[in-house]
């Protein structure tokens, strides 16, 4: 059986039989991969401290041509994010963006792109000091989206192919971008003001850790939220079941806020 050897970062954890555990991982060289980590939960594993939540580890497996799963043989803890296992908060956001990540992409599709855009997600939640991360989860999952293959189209009516110009957009998640007046029909549609479309272009070009840098107002911040929910809801399920989601709710993420951003 071939042996390889990634960096990687552990999405999903599940207990299988007596010590061992079913992973799946978002690896730096082959995508998200499952992988069986045999007696990983035995006391003084090896393994166990590495293939922990928030860890960036180094892992060497063997591919298994008969089950769906390759096989965990070595893993070392590279980088470990020990702020975030400690804060609720932060706990909380760095689970929603994993899930996301999960949520988004294939098995064994090579996207070093994302592995890169969590690892800097999780190393920015765990040296922070702030305590409101709603900037950085809907700069991270705009970002995902991107990267996953779902940009939405902000210039051009994605129906007719017209230039947009006016203060007011409507996002359409099943056309795939905005659409004019005259080719909206039945859609529905997320309002979207031209400053917001503006704010999309910047968050795409910009590092999640400039976030806070950039001028959005509490209403660009919502429009924004509101394209990303109904781009996951197309594209992966309409109401997508997410416990992040539920810890979302619970901070209010998905309420209208008048608190300053």
Known sequence: MPINK????????TRVQDSSLFLVCMTKERGK???VAKAATRPGS???????YFNVSDVVFYENEKDTADYVS??????HFANIVKDELKYGYA??????????LPEREVNLHVYLL?????????DSQQKNFRREILHFWYVLCIFSGYAPELEMCTECGKMISAEKLMFSSHSGGVVCPKCVG???????DISTVRALKLLAGTNISDSRKMLMSQAQIEQIRDLLVAQTEFHVGKRVDLKSFDFLRKLRFFERDTSPA
């Open 6 to 13: 990634t960096e990687l970062i552990v999405l999903k954890r």
């Open 33 to 35: 991969l499952p992988l």
């Open 46 to 52: 090896a393994m166990a401290e590495a293939l922990q």
């Open 74 to 79: 070595k893993a070392e803890t590279r980088e």
């Open 95 to 104: 689970s929603a963006a994993m899930e996301f990540v999960n949520l988004f």
């Open 118 to 126: 969590l690892k800097r997600y999780l190393r920015l939640l765990n």
């Open 186 to 192: 039945d859609q529905l549609v997320v309002t979207l």
